[in-house]
């Protein structure tokens, strides 16, 4: 049975669509010393936008984004997805590849008439020792690195939002001397340029999923109690080693299945007010 409190508690959260799945998560929340959310879809809106596609070889600016769009064709990722609608705008013809392997956290390698095509992270490139001797990084944006048959092909620029209410979420759990961390597996520069835009005290980037789980036991070590937030399919794992696993209502359903509280909102004002909810609960039940 669950306790008269936590009702209460339920109630209030289901009024900003805060839902919280049982009593327990209401009381881990209590203790919540630590919150630590991942990037893309959580902090930011993840409606990656191309801001441009730069060629380094015998491409035109056309035929890369083609060839990177084709790669992309099945991937759900918000980066995937931006890539291949960027091609439609531009009335390009893209291809559906013969095989293809997605690399969580890393990105895409797909069969194309052209060859072997490579759409990805450094990380990526990395693995299929890509030389990337002649390429510099932007300062701005997620890179997206495209190779075909071995040798970088060009670059995509690719930028997200960072939602409105950030910063003044992040704030209003420093009320509650709770610290704040942010995972992803993007790039230091665009996490450590969102980290500061929202004043979140931690930033760790490059990360794979299973080094996510790694770095938040961490935490935890450090701090005690801790929550995360996420919202992808990489996701999951984290969700489910936090004392609370908090999923975005707009994320991945294997995100929402492994969360104890879901923010149906997506919003991330809905984190502060779960914490004052739950330490309202416990005052009341007292
Ligand atoms: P986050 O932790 O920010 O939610 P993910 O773990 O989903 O990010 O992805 C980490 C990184 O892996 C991305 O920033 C990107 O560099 C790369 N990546 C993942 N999927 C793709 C894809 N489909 N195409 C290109 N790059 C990708
Ligand atoms: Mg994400």
Redo the contacts with the bound molecule.
Sequence with gaps: SVPLAFFSGIGAGSKRGILFKGGVSLEAMKNVKAIVM????TITKGNFVLQKAVPLGDLTEDELLALSASC?LS?T?P??TSITNAASERNLSVVRPDAVK?LS????CAALPQGEVL???RKLMEEYHVDLSGYVKEDYG?E?LTALNGKLAGYLIIADTIKEEAKDAIQSLKKYHITTAM????STGSAEAVGKATGIDEVHARLL?QDKLTKLQEIRKKHGGVMFVGD?I?DAPVLAGADVGAAMGSGADAAIEAADVVFMTSSMEAIPQSIAIAKATGTIAM
Excluded: R, Y
């Design positions: 991942d990037k893309t879809g992309e991937s990722h980066i995937g997605e956290g890393k990105g895409i759409c990805g992270n997620t997206v995972l992803t597996g993007d999923p992808g990489n």
